[in-house]
């Protein structure tokens, strides 16, 4: 079905630690890559004080959420790997992203430091199909900035920012208008854009 309009929504996994991960390895290789570990971004390890500002899959997997506390962190992960946090760091990656992705259009909307809206309806033609021009994006920041990203499509920003949030990581996901009531209405309340725990 042709759509007036071309969105990419464009989200990196993890993206203080992925960054964070990158970094270390690129000044060491031979480093522990925190992306494979249960390791987090935030707070200060040593007087546990702070909060989690993103944690590693691994981590996920003891329950451990962006924005708790790092004593309640270490309470669900006592092995948790905790490293503080580097923002002028995590602006260059954010830069040299969206550099990347001004190769596919110059119609670019920074939505966060980690996440932007690509309108690909001018530029679509240049490259190709949709799912492979995002997959093609998707693999190029892989292997060029060596961290990872999902990417939504649709003919909208909310639709490709939900599309985006699918199943992750490193995944290309779409959520046009007609696939809504197929892959859209099953998902928990809690799940849409803007809708938080008290409005659920």
């Known amino acids: 079905?042709?759509?007036?309009?071309?969105?990419?929504?464009?989200?990196?996994?993890?993206a203080f630690l992925s960054w964070e991960s990158v970094y270390r390895l690129e000044q060491d290789p031979q480093a522990q890559d925190l992306r494979t570990i249960p390791s987090a971004v935030g707070g200060d390890a040593k007087t546990r004080h702070g909060i989690v500002l993103a944690k590693s899959t691994p981590a996920?997997?003891?329950?451990?959420?962006?924005?708790?506390?790092?004593?309640?962190?270490?309470?669900?992960?006592?092995?948790?790997?905790?490293?503080?946090?580097?923002?002028?760091?995590?602006?260059?990656?954010s830069q040299k992203l969206i550099q990347l992705l001004e190769n596919y259009t110059p119609d670019i909307e920074k939505f966060s430091i980690d996440e932007a809206f690509l309108d690909m309806t001018g530029t679509?033609?240049?490259?190709?199909?949709?799912?492979?021009?995002?997959d093609r994006i998707r693999k190029e920041i892989?292997?060029?900035?060596?961290?990872?990203?999902?990417?939504?499509?649709?003919?909208?920003?909310?639709?490709?920012?939900?599309?985006?949030?699918?199943?992750?990581?490193?995944?290309?996901?779409?959520l046009f208008p007609e696939e809504i009531p197929k892959k859209m209405w099953k998902l928990p309340l809690q799940d849409l854009f803007f809708v938080g725990g008290s409005a659920a």
């Open 1 to 14: 079905m042709e759509h007036p309009r071309l969105i990419f929504h464009i989200d990196v996994n993890s």
């Open 60 to 93: 996920k997997r003891y329950e451990v959420t962006t924005g708790e506390p790092l004593v309640s962190a270490y309470r669900k992960c006592p092995d948790l790997i905790v490293v503080p946090s580097r923002f002028d760091l995590y602006l260059k990656c």
């Open 124 to 134: 679509i033609h240049l490259f190709g199909e949709p799912l492979e021009t995002a």
């Open 142 to 174: 892989s292997e060029k900035l060596r961290f990872t990203v999902n990417i939504g499509i649709s003919s909208n920003k909310l639709l490709a920012k939900m599309a985006s949030d699918f199943e992750k990581p490193d995944k290309v996901h779409t």
